[in-house]
């Protein structure tokens, strides 16, 4: 399943649950959701690799949300940033003790979220850029103009 969603606008909601079979969850303190990129996302991009070793992963980096470990009734609501890269990602959860070690990770399967960023262009900051530069014209010519009625 593929979604497209906007920086800046679009809400994704995510629900997790913990898989309690043989765990002790006496420890757990913290969970930190994360959006990753997809393998897709990684070509030709090596800083955004997958390692086998959590603490060289560099595949999630932009962080949903950190929530106080509960055992169920785990949902939050996130509003893309505006900072998100274009790109295609999934979700990871990590459940943290309280001494910041990652015991246990979980993952979207089969989601496709695929984020469009900010172009950084609106159209004020085009008729801005008009503005100024038919003002710088307009000055150059009249001060042309002035230096040679001097003359």
Known sequence: MQS???AGVGKITVTWALNKSNADTSKYSKVTLK?????ASQIDRPWRKTEDELFKYKTCQNEIATKTYASSGNSVDYIILKDVP???YYIRAY???ADGTKVAYGQTDGVD???TAITGRQVSIDIAAAAFSAFSVVSLAFFYLEKKKLK
């Open 113 to 115: 979220l695929f984020i």
């Open 4 to 6: 497209d969603l906007l």
């Open 95 to 97: 459940v943290v003790e």
């Open 35 to 39: 959006l990753c990129y997809t393998k």
């Open 86 to 88: 274009t790109g295609h």
